[in-house]
């Protein structure tokens, strides 16, 4: 597969790094409408687990069968497809070496008492990644839950072993738990440190939610407030965050959230592509869509990146 200068200098930032790993990082940057650019989108599909089977799929009956998923990221051009195991299995034959794919290791579910403590089972191996031909395994942590140590431990020895046989890792940095309150979860200072630290665990993709002008820790507030950190847009934030994973030296993307209007996820890429950010992995506001919707949202934001809208 060919690669560009952007996505050569990319990936010339993982120094160190097995070849294995970077050709991996290298099909999915060069993968799609968007491969080559640098930029990138990417389909999750975990919801199920997390959420449940209606609060994912009874919006888009269709999205039901992971068949669906692998086509609309296929159709779509996007970089990856990202699910569990049960799903990627259940298209690995059919849809073999089509699109390139993210096996997510660890989940969460809705049915967890409150006292469980925030925390995600781990649910495949890198072995199952080898197995289907995943390039990469993708791993969730929970800053600020008081298990937060022991997904750190988790996604330390998984990395470890995913890129010795040449898998890469992509880490879910999302703040909540016992340490966080519910605005500090998207507070910016909380948002560049989840990043900051999922780049410092050795995610070779990093992917945070938004984040919002809000500053949850004291200490930190007095920082960006003497320092002037400029927090005021959402571009501004996103700028934020890229340099807190390594000043842009690790590829960082932005999830899309509940279901919104398309507009407001347009706004959003394009704070993310002026400021600096990868790309987006868009779940819910994908597969939550018709496919005829899905794709001609999914179409625009591939514009966008590309700095055509
Ligand atoms: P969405 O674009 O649907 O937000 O998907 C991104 C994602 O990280 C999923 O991988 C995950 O299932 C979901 O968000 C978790 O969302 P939340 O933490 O808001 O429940």
Redesign the pocket.
Same mark, same amino acid.
């Given at each position: 597969m060919k690669s560009t200068p952007i996505v050569k200098e990319i990936l010339s930032h993982y120094e160190g790094e097995a070849p294995g790993v970077k050709a991996n990082l290298n099909r999915m940057l060069m993968t799609g409408k968007l491969g080559g650019t640098g930029k990138m989108i990417i389909l999750?599909v975990?919801?199920g687990?997390?959420?449940g089977p209606a609060r994912s799929f009874a919006a888009n009956p269709a999205g039901y069968d992971p068949h669906y998923h692998y086509q609309l990221a296929i159709d779509a051009g996007l970089n990856a497809y990202?699910a569990p195991l049960g799903p990627l299995e259940a298209g690995a034959d059919t849809f073999a070496g089509q699109i390139p794919t993210i096996l +997510?290791v660890n989940s969460a579910n809705s049915l967890m008492s409150d006292t469980a403590g925030k925390n995600q089972a781990i649910t495949a191996s890198v072995d199952d990644a080898l197995r289907i031909g995943a390039g990469a395994i993708g791993f969730t942590i929970y800053p600020g839950s008081d298990m937060a140590v022991d997904m750190m431990e988790e996604i330390v020895e998984m990395r470890k072993e995913a890129a010795s046989r040449g898998i890469a890792s992509v880490v879910?940095s999302?703040p %909540?738990g016992e340490g966080i309150t519910k605005e500090g979860e998207t507070g910016i200072d909380v948002a560049a440190y989840a990043a900051h630290m999922a780049a410092l665990l050795g995610a070779h993709i990093i +992917?945070i939610k938004l984040g919002t002008d809000h500053l949850m820790l004291p200490e930190a507030k007095k920082v960006y407030e003497d320092q002037n950190i400029d927090i005021a847009t959402q571009a501004a934030r996103v700028k934020h965050c890229v340099q807190s994973v390594f000043n842009g030296k690790r590829i960082i993307v932005f999830?899309?959230?509940?279901k919104k209007d398309a507009d407001s996820l347009y706004d959003d890429a394009r704070a993310i592509r002026d400021g600096g950010g990868n790309g987006s992995?868009?779940? %819910?506001?994908s597969f939550q869509r018709s496919r005829t919707d899905a794709l001609d949202m999914l179409d625009k934001l591939v514009e966008i990146y590309k700095g055509n809208a």
């Open positions: 999750p975990d919801q687990f997390e959420h990202a +997510k879910w999302y %909540r +992917k999830s899309g959230g509940a992995i868009v779940g %819910r506001n």
